[in-house]
């Protein structure tokens, strides 16, 4: 498992990774030298949707298997419009603060302020679209409400927390979406390895039997120190390559120490919600999509709990206090 792990796991990394610098690339200097402007997230919203599609798919499996059957097609709609319309949001706000740079825009401070709003509006369009499909196909009683619960549990543990993902790398750059992957992903990682190695303590048997207490100190202590290299040691470097861009201020030591400890928590309940409804189901793993790690929503479910804390530090100041594009 490990050694799959590590031979998945490194080129989906680089891959990754490769990703998000061409996004950089390409929303700072254009493509050619005649297109000078396209918006954060061009190169990165694409792969994404792919994403969301197999996270969708896996998951309405899921819920097939513990009896869940909604009209898949209105689920998928509405995933990919909470998505779009988050994105699509910000770009708007952010061509139009290019465009008017300094000026002072009544429009620009309303799309400013509802790009959030636009997401929420897509959410209860997928709400609503969950509920004429079934009225659509209603014949008898039985089966409906069940089915609408499993929509809205879709679309909201799917599409509206990932919209936190979309949202950090849109309103603060590709350093705040990379802090929430780095972060997460080294506590998964020093969880896995340190409960491997040296666990004895199971903390919930029942739920997940392979978590321990010396994995879960491991994750922790895994993930202070992803928090310190990424706000000591890769923000500082990141920002010398682009002197005249705005930087990421500094944070103090405290406060990535409580980004570590805090947003590993949050990684490890998502993880543990994960485990929560595969096990409900009496499932393994979400899918057999990636070796040693199983489904997308394997990898995806840490990130999806945690991004929402990971946007209240940013959007607080807790790290890079002061920080504004």
């Keep these: 498992m490990l050694f799959w792990r590590l031979v998945v796991g490194t080129p989906i990394v680089l891959f990754v990774l490769g990703l998000c610098y061409l996004d950089v690339l390409v929303s700072q200097y254009g493509l050619t030298k005649e297109i000078v402007w396209l918006p954060r997230g061009v190169v990165l919203i694409p792969p994404y949707l792919i994403c969301l599609y197999f996270l969708t798919k896996e998951f309405l499996e899921i819920l097939n298997t513990a009896g869940l059957k909604p009209r898949?097609?209105?689920?998928?709609?509405?995933?990919?419009?909470?998505?779009?319309?988050?994105?699509?949001?910000?770009?708007?706000?952010q061509y139009q603060l290019e465009v008017l740079k300094d000026a002072i825009s009544p429009r620009g401070w309303q799309w400013a302020s509802t790009a959030s709003v636009c997401a929420l509006l897509a959410v209860a369009a997928g709400i609503i679209l969950s509920f004429a499909a079934e009225m659509r196909?209603?014949?008898?009683?039985?089966?409906v409400t069940i089915n609408l619960a499993g929509a809205v549990?879709?679309?909201?543990?799917?599409?509206?927390?990932?919209?936190?993902?979309?949202?950090?790398?849109?309103?603060?750059?590709?350093?705040?979406?990379?802090?929430?992957?780095?972060?997460v992903k080294l506590s998964d990682s020093g969880a896995y390895a340190v409960g491997k190695l040296f666990g004895r303590h199971k903390i919930t048997p029942g739920l997940s039997p392979g978590k321990t207490l010396e994995g879960f100190i491991g994750g922790v202590l895994f993930a202070c120190i992803g928090a310190w290299f990424w706000f000591v040691i890769a923000l500082p470097y990141y920002d010398s390559m682009k002197p005249n861009e705005v930087i990421f201020p500094q944070t103090p030591t405290f406060h990535w120490l409580f980004f570590g400890v805090t947003?590993?928590?949050?990684?490890?309940?998502?993880?543990l919600a994960g485990s929560l409804i595969k096990r409900d189901t009496k499932l393994k793993d979400s899918g057999q999509t990636i070796p040693g790690f199983g489904g997308l929503l394997d990898i995806f479910d840490s990130l999806l709990m945690a991004a929402p804390v990971v946007y209240v530090f940013w959007a607080t100041g807790?790290?890079?206090?002061?920080y504004h594009l």
Excluded: K
């Excluded at 909470?82 to 994105?87: K, N, P, V």
């Excluded at 909201?156 to 993902?165: D, E």
């Design 263 to 271: 947003v590993s928590l949050a990684g490890m309940v998502g993880d």
């Design 137 to 143: 196909r209603y014949t008898h009683p039985g089966g």
């Design 153 to 183: 549990f879709a679309i909201a543990y799917l599409g509206l927390l990932s919209c936190f993902m979309i949202q950090l790398h849109m309103a603060y750059e590709i350093g705040a979406l990379l802090s929430l992957v780095v972060v």
């Design 318 to 322: 807790i790290v890079c206090p002061g």
């Design 72 to 93: 898949r097609s209105t689920v998928y709609l509405g995933n990919l419009l909470i998505a779009l319309s988050c994105w699509l949001a910000n770009v708007v706000q």
